[in-house]
T-cell receptor, first 109, second 116 residues
Framework: GQNIDQPTEMTATEGAIVQINCTYQ??????LFWYQQHAGEAPTFLSY??LDGLEEKGRFSSFLSRSKGYSYLLLKELQMKDSASYLC??????????WGAGTKLIIKP | ETGVTQTPRHLVMGMTNKKSLKCEQH?????MYWYKQSAKKPLELMFV???????ENNSVPSRFSPECPNSSHLFLHLHTLQPEDSALYLC???????????????FGEGSRLTVL
């Protein structure tokens, strides 16, 4: 079966760096996505990786290793507003999005 | 005006009621989706419409009935629901350029459904 694994919850300190990992086993691969979802709000697109390596976008970076079935989302200079759930999703060979259950990130002052 | 709007934001219904969820997208996209989001579970794709035609129905119970009258509007008709159907129902849209899904979805804020 197809599976996406990510930690259920993480805690970090304001101003610090946090890395949220995502591992996947899917039927084929057509890209990996990260979405952010604040409580009670819509998920919003953060990043897309289809080739191995690091994609940087401001304070957020996303890394992909296709051979390892692994990605991470790196958040730098954490701010209180970064408290949210982070959803990892992989597009399989049928162009279906397979979703992880999300990682709830709690930022403490 | 937000790109994808869902109404109502909250809905409480009994198991014998009939209600509908509405979604409207203002982004000019050609694909729309219904997802179910339950606590600590992955998003579950329920229905996909591309160019107003249903292309996916992931074995969703018939008590959920989608309707897509045009590329901007999507409905989810609810009938004889069960308490386990209580969840957040998210609508999303995307621009399908090649006949395959691009994956970048634009979500509405969801309709929180409680079935008593």
């Amino acid at each position: 079966g197809q599976n996406i694994d990510q930690p259920t919850e993480m805690t970090a300190t304001e101003g610090a760096i946090v890395q949220i990992n995502c591992t996947y086993q899917t039927s084929g691969f057509n890209g990996l996505f990260w979405y952010q979802q604040h409580a009670g709000e819509a998920p919003t697109f953060l990043s897309y990786n289809v080739l191995d390596g690091l994609e940087e976008k401001g304070r957020f970076s996303s890394f992909l290793s296709r051979s390892k079935g692994y990605s991470y989302l790196l958040l730098k200079e954490l701010q209180m507003k970064d408290s949210a759930s982070y959803l990892c999703a992989v597009m399989d060979s049928n162009y279906q999005l397979i979703w992880g259950a999300g990682t709830k990130l709690i930022i403490k002052p | 005006e937000t790109g994808v709007t869902q109404t109502p934001r909250h809905l409480v219904m009994g198991m014998t009621n009939k209600k509908s969820l509405k979604c409207e997208q203002h982004l000019g996209h050609n694909a729309m989706y219904w997802y179910k989001q339950s606590a600590k579970k992955p998003l579950e794709l329920m229905f996909v419409y591309s160019l107003e035609e249903r292309v996916e129905n992931n074995s969703v119970p018939s008590r959920f009935s989608p309707e897509c009258p045009n590329s901007s509007h999507l409905f989810l008709h609810l009938h004889t629901l069960q308490p386990e159907d209580s969840a957040l129902y998210l609508c999303a849209s995307s621009q399908d350029e090649t006949g395959d899904y691009t994956g970048e979805l634009f979500f509405g804020e969801g309709s929180r459904l409680t079935v008593l």
